[in-house]
């Protein structure tokens, strides 16, 4: 059980799914209300689409929003000729360099064309949410926790390279534990972080891969295996993360992408974190994002979550905390509020 006192929604923003707890500190866990929903991304991917369909310019204003299939739909609509224009802010959705984002065909400014369909960029989708509690008469929550994948802020570089440097600087700076790679509020340069923060001002915001891991470990199989050392996977839709964990330290970390993977070379790369000899140039070679480790951990605990985990690791413990494989990162949420907010 967790000890928090109030209620909270906690929303684990994926590639392709948005999973929502919402937490009562008056019900067990098992009894909360809990849903699985298409991802802001694909939701808006389809919005782009419809409205290419119509002929009519495109205008997307609001906030920086995790990329997938509305870029594709974006990129869709400006190869088939359809005006596209977006705000700064929408932009950035985009990508991080506003001159790379115009060179791709797509205007800059914030006034839409008259006759513009203008299509709302954002991660959290508060109306259609408020509207389910509204629905089942339910109290909408005071309280909100978010994961979502950033990159952070990388105009003039890869931001898989990027993204790995920060994890090494936040790891180092916290000595490699559990919550190394978690800040409230989120790291300056994690402009989507921080566009979810504007959406919802006073949330907790952090990154899904961390929080699918800290939510794995609620499994009582998982954190047994953890004590002598363990292999913690998540095969996420668009990326997988793994952690060699000990205790609350973590050993190493590695990170690829989900449709690049089979399941012979996740294990080859796993055998590689655990005798500490895996290359980040060789995994970002790889198209993956790259690797860091502080030290070996020689373990056969593997255990797995995540939309992919079958897919990935069949053999490995397939972990389920509180019976709920797609809410890991919600329950990881959970976790980090408890030891981030008291």
């Known amino acids: 059980m967790f000890d928090i006192d109030r209620d909270i929604l906690s929303i684990d923003v994926g590639k392709g799914t948005q999973d929502i707890l919402f937490f009562d500190p008056e019900k067990s866990v098992e009894n909360s209300v809990k849903f699985v929903l298409p991802s802001p991304n694909v939701i808006v991917g389809k919005e782009i689409m419809a409205a290419v369909r119509t002929g009519r310019p495109i205008h997307l204003k609001g906030f920086t929003m995790g990329g997938g299939d509305c870029v594709a739909a974006i990129m869709h609509a400006v190869n088939s000729g359809t005006g596209v224009t977006a705000t700064e802010e929408a932009a950035l959705t985009i990508r991080d360099n506003a001159d790379s984002v115009r060179e791709k065909g797509i205007k800059i400014t914030s006034c839409a064309p008259s006759d513009?369909?203008?299509?709302?960029?954002?991660?959290?989708?508060?109306r259609e949410i408020k509207g389910v509690f509204d629905s089942f008469s339910l109290d909408y929550p005071k309280n909100f926790a978010f994961a979502v994948q950033d990159h952070g802020y990388s105009p003039d570089m890869s931001n898989r390279i990027y993204r790995m440097n920060l994890f090494r600087e936040l790891l180092d700076e916290n000595d490699w534990v559990l919550n190394s790679l978690t800040s409230d509020p989120?790291?300056?340069?994690?402009?989507?972080?921080?566009?979810?923060?504007?959406?919802?001002?006073?949330?907790?915001?952090?990154?899904?891969?961390p929080a699918a891991i800290m939510g794995a470990l609620c499994d009582p199989v998982v954190k047994k295996m953890s004590e002598?050392?363990?292999?913690?996977?998540?095969a996420g839709n668009g990326h997988t993360l793994v952690f060699t964990i000990k205790g609350t330290e973590i050993y190493g970390i590695f990170e690829h992408h989900t449709g690049r993977l089979s399941t012979a070379g996740l294990l080859k790369y796993i055998e590689e974190l655990k005798r500490g000899t895996i290359s980040g140039k060789e995994v970002f070679d790889d198209n993956g994002h790259g690797a860091e480790v502080r030290k070996p951990l020689l373990t056969d605990n593997i255990a797995v979550t995540g939309p992919n985990r079958f897919k990935l690791l069949p053999d490995a413990y397939q972990a389920a905390p509180y019976g709920d494989m797609m809410l890991s990162g919600c329950f990881g949420l959970l976790r980090f509020w408890e030891e981030l907010r008291g």
């Open 116 to 126: 513009a369909v203008v299509i709302e960029t954002r991660d959290f989708m508060e």
């Open 228 to 234: 002598s050392g363990l292999v913690l996977v998540n």
């Open 186 to 209: 989120p790291h300056p340069s994690m402009t989507r972080m921080r566009s979810v923060l504007k959406q919802a001002p006073g949330s907790l915001v952090t990154d899904t891969g």
